[in-house]
Structure formats: structure tokens, C-alpha cells
């Protein structure tokens, strides 16, 4: 039975703050011990195993300084990723989506140059973003940051009624989610023949 709290894949990410313009990408190796942050979410039903896989994995990369935070409430993994950016050079979303699309938005609009590694372990039931890039094992992504194995990712920029946001998987006004909990309710209109 495969553990989807030990299952997450590994992107780079880097961009330029040049707002006008589309976000570019590039690759860095380290020369020196890795800085780590997990960025879990607390409202995750799935947050104590989570915190005991990764637990776990630490101790097999003790060259690796990993560390741990939990949001409190939402805006959080934002507040956290854009806070802690000069103190690390990866961050690992642990939740869904949206905690992603939290720590996504809070390094890209943090003042400080990009994080060179951004990661997602899944931890809520959707896990969309994670269905399209593949998953692998927390102990796998772990190896892969050692030797600087990574994938480059794109992310789009959207800017409405002066707010602007990053996305990596989907950019989306609401209507996904009032249809999906129409559907669940048995209330859904649908085209008829």
C-alpha cells in the first residue's frame, strides 16, 4: 500500500521580481549544507503523520538541516514562506493546493532573491498539482536535493483589480469550486439533451 505522506516531488523554481514581465527560470548547486523549511498546514486532519514522516526521513541526511513550522491560521505558510526566505534555500509545502499557492505567493513577493528549491508533500484529499507533476518519496526528493537533482517549473502571473498572484497549476475565479459543492449537494444545473 503506497503512503501518500511519504510521497512528494521536487521543483526549482526561481524567478525575477521584474513585474512587467514573465518569470524566468534557472538552476544552482550548492556548495555547502542545505537549508531545509517544511511548511506544514495545521488545519491538515493528516498533520501528526506528516510530522512523523518527515521526522523520520531527517535522520537518514544529517548533512541536511531540516527543519519544521506549522500554520496556526490561514495566511500562514504565506507569512512563513516570506519571512524565513533568507533563511533557507528550499521550502516544502506540506498540504494541498492552496497551501502551496500560500507558499508559492509568499517567497515570490518576498523582497529577498528567490529560493532556489520549492517542493510539495501531499497532505489534504485533492492534491491536484501533485496528480500532474508525479510524486515520489520524502526520501527520494531528500536525495535529489542532496545531489542537486531537480526540474525546472513554470509559474503564471495574474494581475485583477490591482492584486496580482503567482500560480503553478491553475488560476480560477471560484465557479470550479461553487459547481463542485452544487454537485456534492445534488443541486449542480447540467445541460440537458
Not at 133 to 160: C, E, T, W, Y
Request: glycine share 6%; hydrophobic share 35%.
Amino acid at each position: 500500500m503506497t503512503n501518500l505522506f511519504s510521497e512528494l516531488q521536487l521543483r526549482t523554481l526561481n524567478w525575477h521580481h521584474n513585474q512587467s514581465s514573465a518569470p524566468s527560470f534557472s538552476f544552482t548547486l550548492f556548495d555547502r549544507e542545505l537549508k531545509v523549511l517544511f511548511i506544514i498546514n495545521g488545519k491538515s486532519k493528516r498533520l501528526n503523520a506528516v510530522q512523523l514522516e518527515i521526522e523520520k526521513t531527517r535522520s537518514n541526511y544529517p548533512d541536511l538541516q531540516i527543519h519544521i513550522s506549522v500554520s496556526k491560521r490561514s495566511g500562514d505558510c504565506f507569512r512563513i514562506a516570506n519571512s524565513e526566505l533568507n533563511n533557507y534555500e528550499a521550502f516544502i509545502a506540506c498540504g494541498g493546493d492552496g497551501t502551496f499557492n500560500e507558499v508559492l505567493n509568499g517567497l515570490y513577493f518576498s523582497k529577498n532573491p528567490p529560493p532556489k528549491y520549492i517542493g510539495l508533500l501531499p497532505a489534504e484529499s485533492a492534491n491536484d498539482f501533485m496528480k500532474s507533476i508525479g510524486r515520489r518519496s520524502v526520501d527520494q526528493m531528500l536525495q535529489n536535493l542532496k545531489n542537486n537533482h531537480a526540474k525546472p517549473m513554470d509559474i503564471g502571473l495574474l494581475s485583477r483589480a490591482g492584486r496580482t498572484r503567482v500560480f503553478a497549476n491553475a488560476a480560477s475565479n471560484g465557479l470550479a469550486v461553487w459547481y463542485s459543492v452544487k454537485w456534492i449537494q445534488n443541486e449542480a444545473p447540467c445541460l440537458q439533451d
